[in-house]
């Protein structure tokens, strides 16, 4: 999955340029405990123990991003490793978030450690919301970058995971 980190790279450098073109010339020292990150932590923890406890191998789900239309994307899953992908409407260019569930899991931990000691003057506030499933997958990330003084949001980016089927083996 190349094109997944290669396009979550091009997401990353274009969320900093929109970032970079809303600054308001305010170079004012902040402290970092200024910058404030709303992502529950143990709720993601709990959830992704959950998850694993039920040692769930073969399955798939849909993703898709919600700020572009299209680009629904299945993913097949065998023994826990992707085994296809398959785009299920015209493709517009997001590639796959992620190919598994504990690959959502991850990129979602990931996303919160890039985050969490975020000491730079361009954002106040970061947002990562996840709404899980009754498998207790990950079904719905909502990720909102913003500074207090922007008139516009500094950033989003909403996927949405569906159709989750386990595969009996």
Not at 10 to 33: H, K, T
Not at 104 to 127: A, G, P, S
Not at 148 to 164: A, N, P, Q, T, Y
Request: aromatic share 14%; hydrophobic share 35%.
């Amino acid at each position: 999955m190349k094109n997944s980190k290669m396009l979550t790279g091009i997401f990353c450098v274009l969320l900093c340029a929109v970032i970079s073109a809303c600054d308001d010339g305010d170079d004012s020292e902040r402290s970092a405990s200024e910058f404030k990150i709303n992502f529950d932590l143990n709720e993601f923890t709990s959830q992704k123990a959950l998850w694993e406890a039920q040692s769930i191998q073969n399955y798939s789900f849909v993703q898709q991003y919600q700020y572009v239309p299209g680009d629904p994307i299945k993913c097949t899953v065998e023994n826990g490793e992707c085994v296809s992908v398959e785009y299920l409407e015209e493709y517009h260019g997001n590639g796959v978030y992620a190919d598994s569930v504990d690959g959502i899991y991850q990129r979602i931990y990931d996303t919160y450690l890039e985050w969490k000691d975020y000491d730079k003057n361009d954002l106040d506030f970061v947002v990562i919301d996840v709404e899980y499933g009754e498998k207790h997958n990950p079904v719905n990330i909502y990720i909102n970058m913003n500074n207090d003084k922007m008139s516009m949001i500094g950033g989003w980016c909403e996927i949405v995971f569906r159709d989750l089927v386990v595969i009996e083996e």
